[in-house]
Nanobody, 124 residues
């Protein structure tokens, strides 16, 4: 049974930092591209960042580029999202997802497995 479990969310002041983790089990982690998505209240889910199975390719949305960094530790079956210079508009539930396709994707529909999400709240 595949499980993706996010952690590290919380409440942080604007300008602060958080590091999200997503621990994967029940799959061969090194075979999967991994992505982070988020959904704010009343809004559609949006792509945040993705990393290829090798870690050699990383993709970011324009809204987080230069502030967020995605990484993965294959030995620990974990993907991370380091979030710096947080803004009020970063407030959302953040989800990690796993994708077995050939090319790392920014489209949520490409991902096969999803976590339950972790809440990130940025306060003023």
């Amino acid at each position: 049974q595949v499980q993706l479990v996010e952690s590290g969310g919380g409440v942080v002041q604007a300008g602060g930092s958080l590091r999200l983790s997503c621990a994967a089990s029940g799959l061969t982690f090194s075979n999967y591209h991994m992505g982070w998505f988020r959904q704010a209240p009343g809004k559609e889910r949006e792509f945040v960042a993705a990393i290829s199975r090798s870690g050699g390719t990383r993709r970011y949305s324009d809204s987080v580029k230069g502030r967020f960094t995605i990484s993965r530790d294959i030995a620990k079956n974990t993907v991370f999202l380091q979030m710096n210079s947080l803004k009020l508009e970063d407030t959302a539930v953040y989800y990690c997802a796993a994708d077995l396709r050939v090319v790392v994707s920014t489209e949520g529909g490409a991902y096969d497995y999803w976590g339950q999400g972790t809440q990130v709240t940025v306060s003023s």
